[in-house]
């Protein structure tokens, strides 16, 4: 045992001042710590035959060998799924947070209309005078230098397009890298198209000009930035328990709708800013509405 404890010591005092991964030195030697052991072992048995003192293991020195064995046992087992490879990296690596390189597409021709379903990470959406719709977005990756991390992040988060008839589907591909987690994605698309959203989770919506209308619908927070001039009507519907905030003055009335055998309370709410030539209507089944005047 001493001469495992002073090998031990000597690896992790070398490790320490040559800025090596302990971790890693520990998985790749392990094995020496049972060679060490038996040659411990037999230098003593031979000591001990010449100085008439054998050696002798009590019931808890049996149990600490047994310990030890089944220790370096399980290592081996771990180390053969991969489980040591994965706390290695993570032991070595730290996690980066990165912007990807913006990517466009092309609205269809003759589309009057885009219908986006979010992801589950944030979606901030702007509103611009481009023809093209561009998107990028935030993610974190676990890598050794930010230089891989950048790398990983190329196969995170990606925009789908298809197209039936006048509409066009937007959809979020989610990353095939497990070590990157999409943050956040920002997306731009034309002032002058009808928009549909769905499935929203936590969504920022910033309209520099409004020449539209909007339909959303989903069960997270929603923020709405508007400008000074918008023409608009905004109708909401939300549950009784979510807030209703921000820059505009909303006008409340209560309904009831039947939900099953229970009666679920909404509120339905109204704001007009102009002459409410465009719309936006609003449901959300959880979480809390803020609409701002910029």
């Known amino acids: 045992m001493g ?19 302990v971790f890693d030195a520990v998985v790749k030697w392990w094995p020496l710590v049972f060679v060490l052991l038996g040659l411990e072992v037999l230098i003593l048995s031979c000591w001990g035959k ?17 310990v030890v064995v089944f220790c370096g046992l399980g290592l081996y087992g771990l180390d053969s799924i991969g489980v040591t490879g994965k706390i290695s990296n993570y032991l070595t690596s730290q996690e980066y947070r990165i912007r990807t390189n913006p990517s466009e597409m092309a609205v269809e021709p003759g589309v009057n209309k885009l219908v986006i379903n979010a992801p589950f990470h944030n979606l901030k959406i702007q509103t611009c005078e481009s023809t093209k719709i561009s998107s990028y977005s935030y993610a974190y990756a676990r890598a050794e230098s930010e230089e ?3 790398k990983l992040v190329s196969k995170g988060t990606q925009v789908v397009s298809n197209t039936t008839g006048k509409t066009q589907y937007i959809s979020f591909k989610l990353p095939a890298a497990v070590d990157v987690r999409t943050d956040e994605h920002i997306i731009s698309i034309p002032q002058d198209i009808d928009v549909e959203l ?6 920022q919506i910033y309209a520099n000009k409004l020449e539209n209308n909007w339909k959303i619908t989903g069960s997270g927070d929603l923020q709405v930035f508007l400008p000074h001039q918008a023409d608009l009507t905004i109708r909401a519907v939300v549950n009784e328990s979510c807030s209703l905030d921000g820059s505009v003055t909303w006008q409340e009335t209560e ?35 803020s609409v701002n005047q910029l």
């Open 3 to 21: 001469l495992v404890l002073i090998a031990t010591g000597i690896s992790l005092f070398y490790a320490k001042i040559n800025n090596k991964a």
């Open 148 to 150: 891989e991390a950048q």
């Open 50 to 66: 010449d100085n008439s003192s054998p050696v002798k293991y009590d019931l808890f020195s049996i149990f600490i060998i047994l």
């Open 198 to 203: 769905h499935d929203g989770n936590m969504v």
């Open 255 to 289: 309904t009831t709708r039947k939900n099953g055998d229970s009666y679920d309370t909404k509120k339905l709410a109204q704001v007009k800013l102009g002459t409410g030539t465009h719309s936006m209507d609003i449901v959300l089944e959880n979480g809390n509405l």
